[in-house]
């Protein structure tokens, strides 16, 4: 078990698969988590989970689209903690999966805006409290589709390679402030986002058994470990699930 005793956590997109899991694994690792989402139902129910298994949770609404909803997010999380010591920018959106020629522009631009303009409203809201304090991590979700093109996933892949791009100019400015940046690819993992991709039948993503994809619990462990110290040698990069040393690392395998 990853020892967070103490540290105070941001999980957005924590109402479901790898956000739930990851505010399960770090309250159990003795961190204080504020799930963050627009599902206020569904993260309150994780939260008062996590609360009758011992757990210390608090479940704030938010739409990471909104930076003054992110700010929200990030105001109750001090006002309630004190601080703000790790911040997982996991939420994200697959849909809508098309041709790039037949895209809606409005509904293209609103991905992008969940998935670059979310992950960088986290980082503008959560970065002066923690240059302050001289210490934080951020835990950027990337994926391979920001290296790869994926046929359907044009809004996607080009978000997620600038999402990519802006943790590395984080790494670059704050580095010297005491703040931690990984970013993390979870490779494909057992979510309602697979169900999604298996729906929409286009590219090789949507004809994997769903017995490929690994369960949410996983990557959650593996979130878990990126913030302590023990992954202090891999600050500034980018790990990958299927990396055997991280599963190691992890206390997986």
């Not at 504020?34 to 210390?56: C, F, K, P, S, Y």
């Not at 670059?116 to 991590?137: F, K, V």
């Not at 619990?217 to 699930?241: H, K, N, R, V």
């Amino acid at each position: 078990m990853h020892d967070l005793t103490g540290k105070v956590a941001i999980i957005t997109g924590a109402s479901r698969g790898i956000g739930a899991a990851t505010a399960v694994a770090m309250a159990e690792a003795g961190a204080s988590v504020v799930l963050a989402a627009r599902t206020a139902d569904q993260i309150e129910a994780n939260a008062q989970r996590i609360r009758e298994n011992g757990g210390n949770a608090i479940a704030v609404a938010c739409d990471v689209a909104n930076f003054q909803s992110v700010e929200g997010a990030v105001a109750i999380c001090i006002e309630t903690y004190g601080k703000l010591d790790l911040f997982v920018a996991n939420a994200g959106v697959i849909d809508p999966i098309g041709p790039l020629v037949t895209s809606n522009p409005a509904s293209w631009a609103h991905a992008v805006q969940i998935n670059l303009i979310g992950a960088y409203n986290g980082l503008r809201a959560a970065l002066p409290i923690m240059q302050t304090q001289q210490s934080g991590t951020v835990i950027n979700i990337s994926s391979g589709a920001a290296h790869s093109p994926m046929e359907g996933w044009s809004h996607y892949c080009a978000a997620k390679a600038a999402t990519a791009m802006l943790l590395n100019n984080a790494q670059l400015e704050h580095a010297n402030d005491g703040i931690r940046f990984i970013g993390f690819r979870p490779g494909t993992v057992a979510t309602y986002m697979q169900s999604a991709i298996k729906a929409s039948g286009i590219n090789p993503v949507s004809q994997m058994d769903p017995s490929d994809h690994y369960k949410p619990e996983w990557p959650a462990q593996a979130i878990a470990w990126m913030c302590t110290s023990d992954a202090d040698e891999f600050l500034g990069q980018e790990l990958y699930m299927g990396d055997e040393e991280v599963q190691r690392r992890a206390g997986l395998i």
